[in-house]
Structure formats: C-alpha cells, structure tokens
C-alpha cells in the first residue's frame, strides 16, 4: 500500500483540512507575534514554504528583525471613511497557496469591505483550503471570559473569538511571562513607547491585572492539556479515568442577566476535566416578569457557542421544574442568578427562586452569582394556571374567615375613624375581590354570602341583629350581594383569561425551540423523544409499532434480549421506566407514541400533539435514511468492483506481459541465448509471475474479508518466529540484510494468538510499505510490547510519514495517496491487513514517530498464560 506527500498524482483529490496552532498569551506585550515569527523561520529552514500574511510589529525592533529571511505578503487596503485600512489579503493568500501561513491578531475585526467580519473567519477559510495557519491570540479576546476581564481591568473588549474556534485547534501554545517580568519590559520601552509607559503600568499593567491574566490563561490551558490526555487515554485503551464529570445547569429567567450567567457556568465548565453547559429556561404556564424572546434567542446562541446546549421546560413550580431538570440530567452544579425583586418584593414574598432552591438542591451545588441587575426588577405576582388544590381549599377558608377578621377591625376603628356605612361596605366588597383572586368564583360567592350577612347584623341599624322588614334594606342587600359576585365574577375571568394567554405564550415559547432545532437539523428521534420526554416532566416515553403489547417500563434492548416479535418494531425511547399513569399518542397510521408519568392536563396535549406531529416527520427521515443506508453497500460494492477492473486493466497487465514476453523469447529458436541470459529471463519469468500471484491473493483475500468467508485457526505465535519468514516472501532485494531492517525486543514480548500465515501477511505486508518509504540510511524497526491483555507490535519507519486527515484513508482499498509509482500494487496493502488484523481480534492504527515519519501499530489477543506454559515445556 502507497503512501507519501502530495504530488502529481494527487491532483484532483479535495485538499486536506490545513492546520491552526495558536500561541496564547495572557496580555500584549509577552511575545506572541516574535514567537509566532519564529516558528515560520523554523519551519522555513526546514524546506517549508512559508509566507506572512499579516504580522503586527508595533514598531518593535526586536520583533521586525524576526522577519528577515521570510516571504511577507502585501496587505489589502481597504478605504472607509476617508481612512484606509491595511487588512490581510485573503484573496493573494489563496492565490499564493503557501503551505503555511502566519497570521497575527486571531481576534481582529476586518475593515468593511472585506468578505468576512472577523479574521478568525478568514483563517478558518484558509484552513479548508488545506493551509496550515499559525495565529495568535491573547486570553481576554476568548468569548467566555470577556465579562470576568472587564471585571479585572476595567476595559471591555469589543473584539472576541468563540471558544470553540480556539478549541478546535490542532496546537496551542502557552506563550507566558511572571507579571513582574512584562512590567519590567514595558518599563523599558519594549512594548510602548515611552509616552505610554507610565499611564500603562499604573492602568492595564498592574500587578494585580497581569497575575489575573496568567492565570486565566494557565487555567484555560490546563484543562485543553486534560482534554488531550483523555483522548490519548482513551485512544490507547490505558485505562478508564476515575473522575466524576461536571455538569453544570444554567438557570435563564429571560432576563439580561442571563448573559452573565451563562459566561460564569462556561467559566466552572472549562475549569472542570471534562464537563457539559446545560443552560435551561423554565416557561411557567402563568408567565416570567422580564421575559424576553429576544432575548432568550440571543442566550440561546450564547450557550451554543460557547460549546453547551439550551432546554426549554414548562413548569408552574419553578424551583421544583427547575430541580427535576437538573436531578434528570445527573447535574453536579446549578448556577443561579441573585434575585432582582426589590425590597417591596422581598417583603411581600421573602422566599424567592433562589432561595427555594437552594434549600432543595439537596446534593447539587448551587452558584449564586450576583450581576448589575440584582435588587432592581419589577415584581409581578401573577396567578397559577389553575386552581391547584391548596388553593381551592383555602379559597372557601377566606371566604369565612376574612369578612369575620375584617368585621372585627371595623367594629374597632369604626368610631375613631368616624367610618361611615358606605365606607364599611365598600372595605367588605374589597374582601370578596380578595376571596375570588385566591379561590375563584365559587370561593366569591360564599364570600359575598357571608359579608352581606356580617353588613346587616354588624353595620346597619339596629345594629345587633339581623333586619329584613324594609323593603329598601332587603333591596340594598341583594344589590350588595349581586354586585360582590358579579365583580368577582369579572375578576376570576379576567385572571382566567390571562392565564390561558400566558399558557399559550409559554407553549409558543416551547413549541418555537423545538422548531429552531428541528431547521437546524440537530433533532434526530432519540433526541426528539428525550426532548419530549424533559419538557413535560415524564418518566418514561416510548415510540413503538402500533399493535405493540409490551410493557411501557420495557427497553429496547430488553424486548430483543427476550426475543418477543414486536422487538423488531421498537423505534426508541428515552427516562427511567416507571409504572405511572400512561398517555398514548398516535404517531402517523402505524406509530404511536407512549409517555409515562404524571398525568397530563388537557391543556398540555395540545403541545404534546405538535410534538407528535415532529416526531412523525423525524420517523419518516430515519426510515428514509435507514433506507439510504441499506443501499449504501450495493453502492461501495459497484464502486469497488469499478475500482477492480480499472486496477486489473493496468496493475495485473504489467506481470503478465513480463512473464509473457520472457517465456515466449525462450522458446524462441530463432535467438541463440547465452546461459547468463538464459538465467535472466528465467528470474524475470520467475518474478514477474511471483508478483502475480502476490496480487492475485490480495484480491482473493479482500474479496473473502468482504464476503466474510475467511477461515481463521488461532494459536500461540512466537513473534521471533513469524518476522523472518515475512521477511522471505518479500519482494526485490532482501529488507533483512544488514541495515534495512531492526528487530527489538521481539524474544522477550508474550506470544499473541493469531493465525500464523495471516499475520505473516500482515508483517510483510506492512514491512514492504515502511522498506519502501524510509530514505536511505534509516533501518526500519520493528519492536513489541505488552500492554494489559495485549500484545502491541510496533513497525516504524522514517520517511514523510501522513497528515492526520490521510491517516484512515490510506487503509481505503485501491487508494496510493500520491504515489506516482503505480507499478508497485492494486493500493491493498495496507486495507488487507488491517482487514485481516481485525479479523484476528486485532486492532491496527498509524501513529507519527516522533522525528518524521509514521509508526504501524498491531495489537493482537496475548495468548494465555497456560497456553505460554504448554509451548515453553513442548520446546
């Protein structure tokens, strides 16, 4: 199998993704752009083809002296305003197409004019076109930290980059400096110049800044070292990381607050050694004073860019919503913002959100974050959605008990206040509208009732008993009566009607994220289900066949352990089973949809309906797709059965004619051959034909790994006695003479268990391709190890080795990657082996040896220890 850099033969293939690497620095001044210049003249005097496109010197010596020696590209000047402006010529760089280009200045925003606002959007076009980009940045631009640095400096930053711009790139480099030793550079003019010193180092350069700085930058790149250690853990199978992941919730009440939040819990994720940013807002059915859609669609797009994820939940209880949410996605932190109620509210209700929450966090951790909003809000106390039962219980209560208090305060203050009959009725009709806000208009009426009775026996003469021989007092009682209903019965549907908009405002609100996700594509059916799931506050949820019996707490793979028919039928479900109340939506003709949990209000299914109608669409893309998918393989077969024929009309033509034309010109009589030439043509023959039936096995091999129909016979294999007889059955001049191949540790490592010709094939196959790639003077080795159960043979060569994006391509079949020999094989080599490593239990994976050049990675089964005793006494 071919490999190698690009060249001629690689023409016409899509460009690989280029490189960024990014020198980080804490402030200015600390020596990103000389850093960033000196790693172009590295890579210069190295052979490679380096241009800078745009370098900010600020008139430092020092740093302009670093551009001697390199190519400098002229700036685009872009005129606005009467003011030109120098910004980087991405068109001259794409034109230019340098293998690496250095940029200064990641955060900077273009001057109008240009194709992109920002200049990380230019890199990032730069990077697609396969350009390797080296940048820089300084730690206050990164969008999640903005706010904590205006904190520390007093200076906003207007130009910033996504964190997940930076995260994506290949390398960061900490460029770092104490702060006493920047202070000691500004002080002598190597940053500023001198009319700047003086107002920097008592302003933006202070100690106390500076440490700040460094160590947001050290934290911040301390946990993009821990994210590459897990992966690299996780990529050589070392060993689970016992360590508990952080998740942290963001509480979002709509306010503008919110953005502070959010930048605060992405703060504690970064920090953390992996974690997740939920930021969650809960839609009460009864409306959130300061919610703003607008808003909450700009936190949305906070959230995501800073690498988390937003939920929308509709709850009356707010702090239990807000709890439930957090308990189900296993959250270790819940950030939440100080309240904004003023002291009228504070008074009125002493507990707010906060507050009950943190009560009932339980084991989660509560951040309380204090922002420049807190104390000023307005209060709005508005109703429930419903009169839930507390409430229809103590509305009759009120309507007893406060007409009987307020008569009681009447009959005291009445002379002292000289409170006339008039007064006291309209303070008794203020109660009813009191009862009929807490229990509705049943509540009212007995309320009426009441103070009607209390009018007549307490207020009106004869005071002390009940008078119903006037007409005029029989009348004025009724109307009293009637108009006390009637208000509250204006009143009670008044608050009814404001509820049902502030339910249909929320589940507008719900149904509005959902739609948003579902254009961006990001809502596949397990996704859809969970979503469901979470916003209705249901346990289990279910989307199966119609005509389904199972039972609702069943899973999937539960049913298809068990074997039952309408396994086959399940589509996904999503929460812990439980044996609540059960919900059944139908989900198109032959879907339906069940919920599991509490029961729902009418008022809820109607949401749960437009859910529904989401879901049928999702379904019908994943059969769609399940019905692409099944295509697919009939597609890779016709593409390899083209790519066969191409490879046999020219690859296999080459050892026949050889073979041909050696044997035809023996047999020929018209030619007298010499035995020196007779010799010749008989290895030609010979090697033409070996050659031959090399490739013929590697097609017969890829055809059975395809097809399934390889037979494998496992064993104990001594390495030491595999590696010589690969290297016999290789072609041209023997790689294990002296110098061209080097074993290491190959008697001491453990026997693996393979199929010896198999894995002959494999070390062959391999140990040709890395003879074939190393430049004179550097022996190919070959080592092995033990690692755990296993047994890792490593094959390193030196020679230009594969760009990370090449490195899966390179095991496609009939792919050279570039080479322009295309007389050395059908481009199997390396797809066969790995096929047949993997058929043996094993993994085969490239690795970059350090120095230049790529390292093949076999790890297969170590054999068992009492198998090693068997062949150690049998020797």
Known sequence: MGRGSEGPAAVGRPPR?????????????VGKTYRMLDEGRRRTARGTDVVVAFAECHGRPATEAMLAGL???????????????????????????????????????????????KRWQDIEELLGAGIDVVATLNIQHLESLTDVVEKITGVPQYETVPDEVVRRADQIELVDLPAEGLRRRMAHGNIYPPEKVDAALSHYFRLGNLSALRELA???????????????????????????????????SGGPEGTTLIRRAARIVNRSSAGDLLAVHITRSDGLAGSSPAVLADQRRLTESLGGTHHAVVGDDVPAALLDFARAQNATQLVVGASRRGRLGRLLAPRGVGETVVELSGDIDVHTVGHEYAGQGRIWVAPGSGLPRTRRVAGPIAGLVLPVLLTLVLRGV???????????????????LGVACIGGVVSALLASITTSLLLNYYFIPPIGQFTFAEANIVVAQAAFTTVAVTVAAIVDRSLRL?????????????????????????RAVPDLLERTRETFGMDHIELRARGDAPEPWQSTEERAAAGTARAAQAVGTAGEPGADHRTEVAIGDDSVLVLTGRRLPASEHRVLTAFAAHLTAAVERARLAEAAAEIEPVKAANRMRTALLAAVGHDLRTPLAGSWAAISSLRSRE???????????????????????????????MSRLQAGALTLHLEPVALTDVLPAALDTLPGSPPQAPGRVLAQGLDIAPDVLADPPLLERVIANLVSNAVRHSPAGHPVTIGASALADRVEVRITDRGPGLQLPDRERAFEPFQRLGDTDNTTGLGLGLALS???????????????????????VVALPAAPPTRLRGRASAR
């Open 498 to 522: 404001g509820r049902r908009a502030a339910r249909a405002t929320a589940e507008a609100e719900t149904l509005s994220s959902l739609a948003a996700g579902i254009l961006r594509g990001d």
């Open 218 to 252: 050290l934290l911040w790149v301390a946990g993009r070292v821990d994210e590459a250690l897990r992966k690299y853990r996780h990529e050589h199978d070392i060993g689970p990381v016992w360590e508990t992941r952080e998740r942290v919730v963001v509480a979002l």
């Open 71 to 117: 190519t400098v590209l002229p700036r685009a000047v872009r005129a606005h305003r009467g003011t030109e402006f120098a910004e980087l010529d991405l068109d001259l760089v794409l034109e230019r197409r340098p293998e690496v280009v250095l940029i200064d200045e990641l955060a900077h925003t273009n001057a109008p004019g240009c194709r992109h606002t």
């Open 414 to 432: 009445s002379a002292p206040l000289s409170l006339n009959l008039t007064s006291e009725a309209l303070l008794l009709l203020l109660t009813v």
């Open 17 to 29: 993704a280029g490189r960024l690497k990014v020198f980080l620095g804490a402030a200015p001044g």
């Open 671 to 701: 030619v007298d051959f010499s035995p020196e030439d007779r010799e010749e043509l008989l290895a030609t023959a010979e090697e033409s034909l070996a050659k031959l039936s090399r490739l013929v096995d590697n097609l017969l091999d």
């Open 834 to 856: 790995r096929g047949l490593t993997e058929a043996m239990g094993g993994t085969l994976t490239p690795e970059e040896t350090p120095g230049g050049g790529l390292t093949m």
